[in-house]
């Protein structure tokens, strides 16, 4: 192991693999980053387990996917954090709890979710980590340094933050690549070669509508329509034709992926750096260009809207909905 | 009694580990899934077009199911410029996907951080490994911008939508699909020569599992036309079933040392993992053990020499599995290129708007890790209220259990330590 390389981790707990496979999906990247970094501990790639953990007295970048689902990774989670400089929730499991907190809407806790062991065993089967009442992202955990957003996080955000990170100063050429694809604050850091501010998002500032392609006319919300249903194939603004589209109140820097197919947003960066709570935002946005005055018809549009909980935080219910005990 | 656990298994898409309880007379081994995904939970109460976006968590091939399941469940065909698209982003799936388990075989040998462009200068380093290392991530790379192409995103698709695509290709999308077809299927047929020529010879990185035998167990594929095959292990014949009845044919068995459940046949019923009678397994080696021709010539070719090398189907071998992966990665760049035009991927309707709704409905398709199959129940208005979801992970639950046990067993009487068996296993696992 070279002492001068940065030591990095990357550890996934419950989720798809997607963030791995993002940073394995950079291509010729990865190799090249074995010129800076020594990748020290990833169970998924190279199969490290407690005992290379243990070995280890510090860890430089630790990038942490996926959600906090047991016990087992709520432990891992401190572990990797007493062990590492600075610790990246990586993904929006990571970041907001992602689609695996969505269970937190099911009445009772987690635990439910698979049968008990029964208390009569003798010990012959082995035991499983404990589900815990509710799923959490990795800040609900333990503290966090950098978030990465997205599902998966998008390449060229990830290897910014990745040379930002665990490159260093050592690589001008690299460090200007990163600045140019992150937000000013954390450019200019990087650029000055000093870490970025903590908590600094790897993402735009704005929301997604900022860079969506999408010709946006006249905000004025007549109907609400499902994705199943007929709007036009054109390049008009989704909201705008009664998609519940959640651009308005996303974080910019997927460059507007989805609705760039003719997907309406679903918000995994997470919500905006002006926005308080992406569903109170979207209610507002919806709400506030309703194309009619007749109570009636309000109400009428209105009953069209489903699962707004389910949609408005699909990816960031454990972190950002201000009405739910984050704790 | 002495306990050890291997942990974590390498390249497994749930986190997994192994504990061994052992004593003079008794040995148990566990393969042990240990996080839950909760996709039924995740999945009740949402609108049911979200479910294409949702259930990718799984395996993005899944995305592909679940709008299948939509087209049934709007009574919504979609038109021949949809279908053509999915089947290229379902080929470009298996593409990738099968590209991975090379990629993580080759890392069981050879470090995958080692920099190509200045390893040169390291004697030390093998210079063949490190150029396939490197052939194979670009060969990557490249598959994964068809699916960025045919799906907006790689593995998390979201262009397949209820009677069809979200989107148009745009004009540049038809020339750089067809580059990247251009470069995909001669390196598929380069690869496949290697898996035959070094990784299967003497003293490749396959050759210590040449002799050995995987659990006999029953294959599950989808054929043409919606039709369920069960292959016997012992090649003694086959059984059929409609797709629609998968719900009726495959239970689940929750065992409380695990988070992921077994998938069985239900008229056998559940005889625990001793009995071999109602279990099966999924995936390539499933389909290779069919018997059925290859849909594509070069990779049917390839079948033919593979046959040569690894037995004539039903095989139950690992290296067969891996041969599977070989020929199914020529199939696919060759169905990938053989649809990559703009006379395939052009038309003039997107998708075909719904009209009317179900109740329930259902889909079943054959995936890169093996057959899928999605059943919903949805209310008047469209949101789920129950999902039944048949996968590779819960269909070859079973197979990675016995073949553990077995690994194990007979490790331990090699008296090999802890890190060698954890290695042998997590290489037998790969390719299912």
Redesign the interface.
């Known amino acids: 192991m070279n002492p001068k390389k940065k030591k990095i981790a990357i550890f996934t707990a419950s989720g798809c693999r997607g963030c791995e496979h993002a940073i394995l999906n950079i291509h010729h990247q990865v190799q090249s980053l074995s010129r800076w970094v020594d990748i020290v501990f990833w169970p998924y790639l190279l199969g490290s387990g407690q005992t290379e953990l243990d070995a280890l007295n510090s860890i430089d970048v630790c990038f942490f996917a996926g959600a906090v689902v047991t016990t087992d990774e709520r432990r891992m989670a401190e572990r990797l954090r007493s062990k590492s400089e600075v610790m990246v929730a990586c993904g929006a499991c990571a970041a907001f709890g992602g689609m695996p907190s969505l269970v937190n809407l099911k009445k009772g806790d987690c635990q439910g979710l698979h049968p008990a062991p029964d208390p009569t065993d003798t010990g012959k089967n082995p035991m499983l980590p404990k589900m815990e009442k509710r799923v959490s992202a990795l800040e609900q955990v333990v503290v966090v340094d950098y978030l990465i957003p997205g599902c998966q996080p998008t390449q060229s955000l990830l290897w910014a933050a990745l040379q930002a990170l665990a490159c260093g100063p050592r690589s001008q050429s690299k460090l200007s690549f990163a600045s140019s694809r992150l937000p000013a604050s954390v450019a200019q850091a990087v650029t000055a070669g000093i870490a970025p501010p903590k908590g600094a998002c790897f993402a735009g500032d704005k929301a997604v509508c900022a860079s969506c392609s999408r010709v946006k006319e006249e905000k004025k919300f007549k109907t609400a329509i499902r994705t199943y249903e007929k709007y036009e194939e054109s390049g008009r603004c989704l909201l705008e034709q009664g998609l519940v589209c959640l651009g308005i109140s996303t974080r910019e820097g997927c460059g507007g992926l989805c609705t760039g197919v003719g997907q309406p947003c679903r918000g995994c960066f997470g919500k905006a750096e002006a926005v308080y709570d992406p569903g109170a935002k979207m209610v507002s946005a919806i709400s506030s260009t309703f194309a009619s005055d007749n109570k009636t018809e309000i109400e009428q549009m209105a009953a069209k809207f489903v699962d707004l909980s389910g949609t408005f935080y699909r990816y960031t219910l454990a972190t950002q909905c201000a009405l739910l005990d984050k704790e | 009694m002495q306990?050890i656990t291997l942990?974590?298994?390498?390249?497994?898409?749930d986190?997994s580990r192994i504990?061994v309880?052992a004593n003079d007379s008794h040995l148990?081994v566990?393969y042990?899934v240990?996080?839950?995904?909760?996709v039924e939970?995740?999945c009740?109460?949402?609108?049911v077009?979200?479910l294409p976006?949702?259930l990718?968590?799984?395996?993005p091939a899944h995305h592909l199911t679940a709008a299948i399941a939509?087209d049934r469940l709007?009574q919504?065909d979609p038109p021949d410029l949809a279908r053509n698209m999915r089947t290229a982003l379902l080929q470009a799936q298996y593409f990738s996907a099968h590209l991975?388990k090379f990629?993580?075989l080759m890392?069981s040998i050879q470090d995958?951080?080692?920099?190509?462009?200045?390893s040169g200068r390291n004697i030390h380093q093998p210079k063949t490994a490190i150029r396939l290392?490197?052939k194979i991530?670009?060969h990557?790379?490249l598959s994964?911008e068809a699916e960025d192409i045919l799906g907006?995103?790689?593995?998390?698709p979201?262009?397949a939508?209820?009677?069809g695509v979200?989107?148009?290709l745009k004009e540049g999308h038809y020339q750089r699909l067809a580059d990247i077809c251009y470069a995909l299927l001669p390196f598929a047929c380069e690869l496949a020569a290697l898996t035959r020529t070094e990784f299967l010879a003497e003293g490749g990185i396959l050759s210590q599992w040449t002799d050995l035998e995987i659990p006999a167990l029953s294959g599950l594929h989808i054929d043409a036309g919606d039709k369920v095959t069960l292959t016997h292990p012992d090649g003694s014949g086959t059984q059929q079933f409609n797709a629609d009845q998968l719900g009726d044919i495959i239970a689940f068995q929750?065992?409380?040392?695990?988070?992921q459940p077994f998938a069985y046949l239900k008229d056998k019923g559940w005889q625990g993992l001793e009995k071999s009678d109602g279990l099966f397994f999924v995936g390539p080696l499933a389909r290779f053990n069919a018997g059925q021709a290859a849909a594509t010539a070069l990779a049917e070719e390839e079948r033919q020499r593979m046959m040569e090398i690894v037995g004539t189907p039903p095989v139950n071998k690992i290296t067969a599995a891996f041969g599977a992966l070989a020929v199914e990665l020529i199939q696919a760049a060759e169905t990938l290129q053989s649809l990559s035009s703009p006379e395939k991927l052009s038309g003039p309707a997107?998708r075909t708007?719904?009209k009317t709704k179900a109740g329930s409905t259902w889909a079943a398709l054959e995936t890169p890790q093996g057959l899928t199959w999605h059943q919903y129940h949805v209310t008047d208005?469209?949101?789920v209220q129950a999902t039944t979801i048949i996968d590779a992970h819960a269909a070859n639950n079973a197979l990675k259990c016995l073949l553990a046990k077995q690994l194990v067993s007979a490790a331990l009487e090699r008296k090999e330590n802890p890190g060698a068996i954890?290695?042998e296993v997590?290489v037998a696992m790969l390719p299912f």
């Open positions: 306990t942990e974590p298994l390498r390249w497994q898409e986190p504990t309880h148990a566990y042990q240990t996080s839950l995904k909760s939970a995740i009740c109460g949402r609108p077009e979200e976006r949702i990718p968590i799984l395996a939509l709007f919504a991975r990629f993580f890392t995958p951080f080692v920099d190509f462009r200045v290392v490197e991530m670009h990557a790379a994964q907006g995103r790689h593995d998390h979201l262009t939508v209820a009677g979200s989107r148009y929750q065992e409380e040392w695990t988070y997107l708007i719904p208005d469209g949101i954890k290695d997590a």
